[in-house]
């Protein structure tokens, strides 16, 4: 059974940072690009980051140089390091594993920024 397993949200002060981290069990995971994206209330889910197998990484235009993407195969984790946190980062953020035509999702952690 697949499953990806997200923690590190959490309610955080504007500038502030969080560190996500997702852990994967059920794949080979060194063989899945990673993804996390996020979904604020109202708004569709959008792709924040990903990270391919070979360590490529892209990142949406709203968090580029705040945002980082990492992976530790050898945890079977992928990270989202999330720097000057601002309100419009409030929302559900979810990782993702895909492969070809397969995608699996996480259930998803909670970061709220406010003062």
């Known amino acids: 059974q697949v499953q990806l397993v997200e923690s590190g949200g959490g309610l955080v002060q504007p500038g502030g940072s969080l560190r996500l981290s997702c852990a994967a069990s059920g794949i080979i995971f060194n063989i899945y690009n990673m993804g996390w994206y996020r979904q604020a209330p109202g708004e569709q889910r959008e792709r924040v980051a990903r990270i391919t197998t070979d360590g490529n990484t892209d990142y949406a235009d709203s968090v580029k140089g705040r945002f980082t993407i990492s992976r530790d195969n050898a945890k079977n984790t992928v990270f989202l390091q999330m720097n000057s946190l601002k309100p419009e980062d409030t929302a559900v953020y979810y990782c993702?594993?895909?492969?070809?035509?397969?995608?699996?999702w996480g259930q998803g952690t909670r970061v709220t920024v406010s003062s």
């Open positions: 993702s594993a895909r492969r070809v035509n397969t995608i699996y």
